[in-house]
């Protein structure tokens, strides 16, 4: 079974500034599908930025942009030049390529809380 | 985008009462939702996957008769939560994808229940 560990419960960073959220996953699988997803406070799960394990490139979506080393199983997610609007909880998650019975759920870490200072 | 609406947003009943939370695709057809519970300050934990005209695949510990789930039609799905007790208190999101070859799901807000 897949496992994705979060290992920082809370982070905080100055507006403006830039702030690097971890992740790590374990899989026996080679195919694969990771995902940050942001909870603000309203609760609603918004899709921040996914990253394909066959693509090299490292995805990026505007000022989020992550940093994927598929051998080291490394997902982390960069925030550059943070604003207010980013404070939130925020949760990495892994998903097998292959859609067979039981493989298309998502895998959630614990979440990192991520508080902006004004 | 991909939008998933959930009504009610939040509900309070009293326990022994049940509880429908309704998930909807607005914009696209969704052959498959997921239901999740979270707790406060915790992770989603997944509760069960519904697949459009077929029985959903509850996980592990998640109580069938407890938690039905019917997803009749390519964009609605719906929990209820029967006899509920004060321990189902939560909050319970729903996500849709298109198809399995679709990797992303798009979430609903949410919907808060509060068993009195």
């Known amino acids: 079974a897949q496992t994705v560990t979060q290992s920082q419960p809370e982070m905080s960073v100055q507006e403006a500034e830039t702030v690097t959220l971890s992740c790590t996953y374990d899989?026996?699988?080679?195919?694969?599908?990771l995902f940050w997803y942001k909870q603000p406070p309203s609760r609603q799960m918004i899709l921040v930025i996914r990253?394909?394990?066959?693509?090299?490139q490292n995805a990026t979506e505007n000022r989020f942009s992550v940093n994927f080393q598929k051998a080291a199983k490394s997902f982390s997610l960069k925030i550059s030049d943070s604003q207010l609007g980013d404070a939130a909880m925020y949760f990495c998650a892994y998903r097998s390529a292959y859609p067979n019975f039981g493989n298309e759920k998502l895998t959630f870490g614990t979440g990192t809380r991520l508080t902006i200072i004004p | 985008g991909a939008v998933v609406s959930q009504h009610p947003s939040w509900v309070i009943c009293k326990s022994g009462t049940s509880v429908k939370i309704e998930c909807r695709s607005l914009?696209?057809?969704?052959?498959?939702m997921f239901w999740y519970r979270q707790f406060p300050k915790q992770s989603l934990m997944l509760m069960a996957t519904?697949?459009?005209?077929?029985?959903?695949?509850?996980e592990q510990g998640v109580e069938k008769d407890k938690f039905l789930i019917n997803h009749a039609s390519l964009t609605l799905s719906t929990l209820t939560v029967t006899s509920a007790h004060p321990e189902d208190s939560s909050f319970y999101i729903c996500?849709?994808?298109?198809?399995?070859?679709?990797?992303?799901?798009?979430f609903g807000p949410g919907t808060r229940l509060l068993v009195l």
């Open positions: 990253q394909e394990a066959y693509k090299q």
């Open positions: 996500s849709a994808r298109e198809d399995a070859y679709q990797e992303t799901q798009y």
């Open positions: 914009d696209f057809q969704a052959t498959t």
């Open positions: 899989t026996s699988e080679s195919d694969y599908y």
């Open positions: 519904s697949n459009e005209g077929s029985k959903a695949t509850y």
